[in-house]
């Protein structure tokens, strides 16, 4: 005879039924703002950077008003001379890189027998898009302009906004303050490391290509500075397309601009990198492509160009609640 089933009973209680319910309303809500949040998020990366200069301005008895527009000014300022310098010659090689880039993968297409048919038809598919890229855009533009807005906020009122956000920390306030001024110091390091190298690595990349005689060379270089903020990664995509530029011209030429390539990625890597970013993020490669490999599929290219800063931001906060000493993966 089969003993009597035993029946286990569960009791919930209302505290972890509200509890449940209130963190998945808070997930949803993070999912409806979330490009809000990435983009006080940017601009407090541009806040961090910057904030060393205006108290250094303010340190000279400077008004930070007046410190604070000044270095808004002098951005806007290089901005626009960079533009008004080459803007003429970066359209005129664009579109020699583009007719350039096109026979090279029509050649490449009909080598692995891939239709022109079919290439038309993709083509057809991208000029219908131009428009939602136009309007992407100028989103672009808007959200560029309300990042510098919100960082010079952020740099106007510093100290007041790090007092309050700590403030419902209670007891732990100094420990929070501590904990962000680390975070502050951390990605401040890293955009302006970032921003050195990229202007080193399009410097090199242009004389580079200039020497070799390749025609796109400068909208190349810009290519190769904008991929550098994505690390291990970035450098290689930037590669791909001076590659299949140069192979138009002959496959030793190709071979040159990868020994190229490679050589400057050498020496960023054992010669500048350590010199430049000596205070910025220091994490493991390993974890690096993690970050990068999960950003970019949450929140595309914004995703993998944020997941370093974002993961250094997670790092540091965990070595404070785990109390961790001497972490494995060191930030220096």
């Given amino acids: 005879m089969m003993g009597a089933m035993t029946t286990h009973r569960i009791d919930i209680s209302y505290k972890s039924v ?91 297409f009909n080598a692995v027998g891939i239709s022109q048919a079919s290439i038309g038809q993709e083509l057809s598919n991208f000029s219908s898009e131009a428009v939602n890229i136009t309007v992407n855009i100028f989103k672009n533009i808007v959200s560029l302009v309300s990042i510098l807005v919100v960082s010079v906020y952020l740099l106007l009122d510093r ?91 002959s496959p030793v030429l190709a071979g040159i601009v990868a020994g190229l390539y490679l050589v400057i990625q050498q020496f960023e890597n054992h010669v500048v990198v350590p010199q430049v970013m000596k205070k910025a993020v220091g994490l493991n490669p390993l974890l690096v492509i993690l970050a990068i490999s999960i950003g970019g599929r949450l929140l595309g290219i914004g995703g993998a160009l944020l997941a370093v800063p974002i993961a250094a931001v997670i790092q540091i906060v965990l070595q404070e609640v785990l109390k961790v000493e001497n972490p494995v993966s060191n930030l220096k």
């Avoid at 583009?98 to 050649?107: K, N, R, V």
């Avoid at 100290?159 to 732990?172: L, N």
């Avoid at 502050?184 to 200039?210: F, N, P, T």
């Avoid at 001076?242 to 138009?248: C, D």
């Fill in 159 to 249: 100290a007041k906004i790090e007092d309050y956000g700590t403030s419902f920390f209670g007891v732990r306030q100094e420990r929070a303050k501590k904990t962000l001024r680390s975070i502050e110091d951390k990605l401040g390091a890293w955009l302006r490391g970032q921003i050195l190298l990229s202007l080193l690595i399009g410097i090199l990349v242009y004389i580079g290509l200039s020497i070799l005689g390749i025609e796109a060379a400068l909208p190349l270089a810009i290519i190769a500075a904008f991929l550098e903020v994505i690390p291990v990664i970035g450098p290689i995509i930037a590669a791909i397309p001076a590659v299949l530029i140069a192979l138009t011209i």
């Fill in 18 to 108: 509200i509890f449940i319910t209130a963190f998945l309303i808070g997930l949803w809500i993070v999912g409806q703002i979330l490009d809000v949040i990435l983009l006080f998020f940017v601009a407090f990366i541009f806040m961090s950077a910057f904030y060393p200069l205006a108290d250094r301005l303010v340190s000279w008895k400077i008004p930070r008003t007046l410190a604070v527009l000044l270095i808004l000014l002098l951005t806007i300022a290089s901005i626009a001379g960079l533009l008004a310098f080459g803007l003429t010659p970066l359209i005129m090689q664009t579109i020699s890189m583009s007719h350039q880039l096109s026979i090279t993968l029509t050649s490449l």
